[in-house]
């Protein structure tokens, strides 16, 4: 892979993201924010966590992808930060996948 494709990777990623973010339901959004502020109380929290917290008080959207533009935005704010650790899936319809571990930024 060149560096030129490197950064088309990465801007088509960067895309993407901000298409799901903007295709989601807003309320969507603002929930999945809110359900990742929670689990900042914890050591240490994965997608998984945040999917069980809004399944649980039935929050949905159409594309389930626009949890990673959350989850990228948290990031950029300095809310979150990855662990450099993973883990697979506990979700059926992810096979197993790995996932990455976020944990909460301190301030």
């Known amino acids: 892979m060149t560096q030129g494709d490197l950064f088309a990777a990465v801007e088509a ?13 807003v309320d969507f959004n603002a929930a999945a ?11 240490t929290f994965t997608t998984d966590d945040v999917w069980d917290l809004l399944d ?20 950029r704010e300095g809310r979150i930060a990855p662990t ?7 979700r059926v319809e992810c096979h197993a996948r790995p996932v ?6 301190r301030q």
């Open 100 to 105: 990455r571990v976020w944990q909460a930024v």
């Open 56 to 75: 649980r008080n039935g929050i949905t959207t159409h594309d389930r992808r626009a949890l990673g533009s959350v989850m990228k935005r948290l990031e």
């Open 13 to 25: 990623r960067d895309e993407a993201l901000q298409r799901a973010e903007r295709n989601a339901a």
């Open 84 to 90: 450099g650790n993973w883990q697979q899936s506990r």
């Open 33 to 43: 924010r809110i359900a990742v502020s929670t689990l900042r109380a914890l050591d």
